[in-house]
């Protein structure tokens, strides 16, 4: 029998990369059009309109905070419409986000003419996208690969809370400090309760009950009379309907001057338009700490809600295709005087909340922000700021994840604890901290497996480290074999995805070969990776009928049967033996 063993993470072979496959690398939305209908389409426009009627608020507001002139938020049209072409996300929105904003504010002084300060915080942008294309050509995408699912589903429940509590100044009508401490700002809440604007929050628990009941009432009975409109359609025509008429209602009787509610007010009129910066400006922005910095949050804040998002909604997404077209779009949007641009944790909630499928959506948005200024300004400033925060506070809270908490905590107590601290640490130190602190807590385990394993690992044999992390290939006459590492985890959960994948054309070509997962060196597996493969077996009938798992140490069937794997494949389990690795898992 001839073997031969290979890594999962090679490339395609050139033969492989055909036009049609570059095409879809460069616009990754013609993997989705061929696929695309009209009632998605009507999602996706009722979708953007929403988000681009709370973006276009929202990057007033944002603008301030980063101490630049208001039209500045408008101006973020044009990386949006970048980022939806080339992203690989289906339902991510761009724009000013608050981390982002503030941090940009900071670098700002007093004395600065608006003029300079935006011409500063536009070449930031342009740094930020150049670090950004560098990373993302380099391969340096795929460092999110090793970042666990339980810290991004903790961090970005975390990022939920921050934003609702900054929402509840428009919430209750009190003017609230706007911070990334989600106990500072409930702190301040609590302090100015007493100066609340009875009126407003009615206002704001009605809208809050409407979306609510309007999700799950109101768009399922629509559907059932109409059953060829999805109840998602319905409930994004319920959101926008419900925008448009309040708005236009305060626009004839003016009930928000007369019940002392605040509104957006005034809208500056602008267009984006292209710029060139001077090499002046080039030298004096280029500030080390503060554009690493801003490339951090870019960065934590895009990745994180993209991986949330495309695992909520089961699709995968290309992690250096989209850090390098999160840089395309700060590039695009430091020539037309943005400040660096990031992926909303807010906006995309509302996206995702709506039913958005496809970056159509983003498109819409970005249409209506251009011209939402000059043909909609004085429309948008009889909009009440509670209907605003409603949109937002309604649409963030289904990124919170209790029940995944909860799941955790039956299925294994360290993961629960890691998506604690991914929790926690994020509301009491900030997202930067925060996140810092909860990458640390996911690597514990993985460290404490290695330790346990330093007199079985015989560090003499070059390829000690490929056997503990990496997916390996077996080349076998009959069956297709891959062998397990012996750590298995979030890091390389992706890698044997793929590598599955991968095989399974080779198999559906070859109708008499097998996919067997060779489990016999494994010593550890996480939640996460189990959580890979339910997800794979269950989206795959191919994958269920060929993939088999073989030599499953006995200690860690208790593991796969308490996630339920083994009703997806076959297991075959290992005999306890007096080897190395069963007294090694025996002894956990």
């Given at each position: 029998?001839?073997?031969?063993?290979s890594?999962?993470?090679q490339?395609l072979?050139?033969?492989?990369?055909t036009?049609?496959?570059v095409?879809?690398n460069i616009?990754?939305?013609?993997?989705w059009?061929?696929?695309?209908d009209?009632y998605q389409?009507?999602?996706?426009?009722f979708?953007g309109?929403t988000?681009?009627l709370?973006?276009?608020v929202?990057?007033?507001?944002y603008?301030?905070l980063a101490?630049?002139?208001?039209?500045v938020?408008?101006?973020?049209?044009v990386?949006m419409?970048v980022?939806a072409?080339?992203?690989?996300?289906r339902?991510?929105?761009?724009?000013?986000?608050?981390?982002v904003?503030?941090s940009?504010g900071?670098s700002i002084?007093p004395e600065?003419a608006?003029s300079?300060?935006l011409?500063l915080?536009s070449?930031?942008?342009?740094?930020?996208?150049v670090?950004l294309?560098?990373?993302g050509l380099?391969?340096g995408?795929?460092?999110?690969n090793?970042?666990?699912?339980t810290?991004i589903?903790?961090f970005?429940s975390a990022?939920?809370?921050?934003?609702?509590?900054n929402e509840?100044?428009?919430?209750?009508?009190?003017s609230?400090i706007q911070?990334?401490?989600?106990?500072?700002v409930a702190?301040?809440?609590l302090?100015?309760?007493?100066q609340?604007?009875?009126?407003?929050?009615?206002?704001?628990i009605?809208?809050?009950?409407?979306?609510y009941?309007s999700?799950?009432?109101?768009?399922l009975?629509?559907q059932?009379?109409?059953?060829?409109?999805?109840?998602s359609i319905?409930?994004s025509f319920l959101m926008?309907?419900?925008?448009?008429?309040?708005?236009?209602?305060n626009s004839i009787?003016?009930f928000?001057?007369?019940f002392?509610?605040?509104?957006?007010?005034?809208?500056?009129q602008?267009?984006?338009?292209?710029?060139l910066p001077?090499?002046?400006?080039?030298?004096e922005?280029f500030r080390?700490r503060t554009i690493a910095?801003?490339?951090l949050l870019?960065?934590?804040?895009?990745t994180?809600?993209a991986?949330s998002l495309?695992s909520?909604q089961?699709?995968?997404?290309h992690?250096?295709?989209e850090?390098?077209?999160?840089g395309m779009?700060?590039m695009?949007?430091?020539?037309v005087?943005c400040?660096?641009?990031?992926a909303s944790?807010?906006?995309?909630?509302v996206?995702?909340?709506?039913g958005a499928k496809?970056?159509?959506?983003?498109?819409?948005?970005a249409?209506?922000l251009a011209f939402s200024?000059?043909?909609l300004?004085?429309f948008?400033?009889?909009?009440p700021?509670?209907l605003l925060?409603?949109?937002?506070?309604?649409?963030v809270?289904?990124?919170?994840?209790w029940?995944?908490?909860?799941?955790l905590?039956?299925?294994?107590?360290?993961?629960?604890?890691i998506?604690s601290?991914?929790?926690?640490?994020?509301?009491?130190?900030g997202?930067?901290?925060?996140?810092t602190?909860?990458?640390?807590?996911?690597y514990i385990p993985i460290a404490?497996?290695?330790?346990r394993?330093r007199?079985?690992?015989?560090r003499g044999?070059?390829d000690?480290w490929r056997?503990?992390?990496h997916v390996?290939r077996?080349?076998?006459?009959q069956?297709?074999v891959?062998?397990?590492?012996?750590l298995?985890f979030?890091?390389n959960?992706?890698?044997?995805?793929?590598?599955?994948?991968e095989?399974l054309e080779?198999?559906?070509?070859e109708?008499g070969s097998l996919i067997?997962?060779?489990?016999?060196?494994?010593v550890y597996?996480d939640?996460?990776m189990l959580d890979?493969?339910e997800n794979?077996?269950?989206a795959?009938?191919?994958?269920?009928?060929?993939c088999?798992?073989?030599?499953?140490?006995s200690?860690?069937?208790?593991r796969v049967?308490g996630h339920?794997?083994h009703?997806?494949i076959n297991i075959v389990?290992?005999?306890?033996?007096?080897?190395e690795y069963a007294?090694?898992?025996e002894a956990?």
């Amino acid at each position: 029998m001839q073997q031969s063993f290979s890594d999962a993470n090679q490339p395609l072979p050139a033969s492989r990369l055909t036009f049609g496959a570059v095409l879809h690398n460069i616009f990754p939305s013609l993997k989705w059009l061929s696929s695309y209908d009209w009632y998605q389409f009507v999602t996706d426009i009722f979708a953007g309109l929403t988000v681009g009627l709370v973006g276009s608020v929202q990057g007033l507001s944002y603008s301030l905070l980063a101490k630049l002139p208001q039209s500045v938020g408008f101006h973020f049209a044009v990386p949006m419409f970048v980022e939806a072409l080339l992203s690989s996300s289906r339902n991510l929105i761009g724009g000013p986000v608050a981390l982002v904003s503030l941090s940009v504010g900071q670098s700002i002084t007093p004395e600065m003419a608006s003029s300079t300060a935006l011409e500063l915080a536009s070449v930031y942008s342009l740094y930020v996208g150049v670090v950004l294309i560098l990373l993302g050509l380099l391969g340096g995408g795929h460092l999110a690969n090793y970042i666990s699912r339980t810290v991004i589903l903790g961090f970005t429940s975390a990022v939920s809370i921050v934003i609702i509590c900054n929402e509840l100044g428009a919430l209750l009508g009190i003017s609230v400090i706007q911070s990334a401490y989600a106990w500072k700002v409930a702190g301040f809440v609590l302090q100015s309760v007493h100066q609340l604007n009875i009126s407003t929050t009615v206002l704001s628990i009605c809208i809050l009950i409407y979306f609510y009941v309007s999700k799950y009432y109101f768009s399922l009975y629509l559907q059932r009379f109409w059953q060829s409109i999805h109840s998602s359609i319905w409930y994004s025509f319920l959101m926008v309907g419900i925008l448009v008429a309040i708005t236009l209602l305060n626009s004839i009787i003016h009930f928000s001057s007369t019940f002392g509610m605040e509104v957006v007010g005034s809208v500056p009129q602008a267009f984006p338009k292209f710029r060139l910066p001077g090499m002046e400006m080039l030298r004096e922005a280029f500030r080390i700490r503060t554009i690493a910095t801003l490339t951090l949050l870019v960065l934590i804040e895009s990745t994180s809600i993209a991986l949330s998002l495309a695992s909520k909604q089961h699709y995968s997404i290309h992690l250096n295709r989209e850090v390098t077209s999160l840089g395309m779009a700060n590039m695009s949007g430091g020539l037309v005087q943005c400040y660096p641009f990031a992926a909303s944790f807010s906006r995309s909630a509302v996206n995702a909340n709506a039913g958005a499928k496809t970056p159509v959506a983003q498109m819409t948005a970005a249409v209506f922000l251009a011209f939402s200024s000059w043909g909609l300004a004085d429309f948008l400033r009889f909009v009440p700021k509670c209907l605003l925060a409603s949109v937002i506070c309604i649409s963030v809270s289904g990124l919170i994840e209790w029940k995944e908490w909860i799941r955790l905590l039956h299925l294994d107590v360290w993961e629960s604890v890691i998506f604690s601290a991914s929790f926690l640490a994020p509301l009491l130190l900030g997202s930067v901290w925060g996140l810092t602190l909860a990458l640390l807590a996911s690597y514990i385990p993985i460290a404490f497996q290695l330790w346990r394993m330093r007199d079985l690992v015989d560090r003499g044999v070059v390829d000690w480290w490929r056997r503990c992390f990496h997916v390996l290939r077996e080349q076998q006459v009959q069956h297709r074999v891959i062998r397990l590492p012996q750590l298995m985890f979030f890091g390389n959960a992706l890698s044997l995805e793929h590598c599955i994948e991968e095989e399974l054309e080779n198999v559906f070509i070859e109708s008499g070969s097998l996919i067997v997962l060779d489990a016999s060196q494994v010593v550890y597996m996480d939640i996460v990776m189990l959580d890979t493969l339910e997800n794979l077996l269950q989206a795959n009938e191919i994958a269920r009928k060929r993939c088999i798992v073989r030599d499953l140490p006995s200690s860690l069937m208790k593991r796969v049967t308490g996630h339920k794997l083994h009703k997806l494949i076959n297991i075959v389990a290992r005999e306890p033996t007096t080897n190395e690795y069963a007294e090694l898992l025996e002894a956990s």
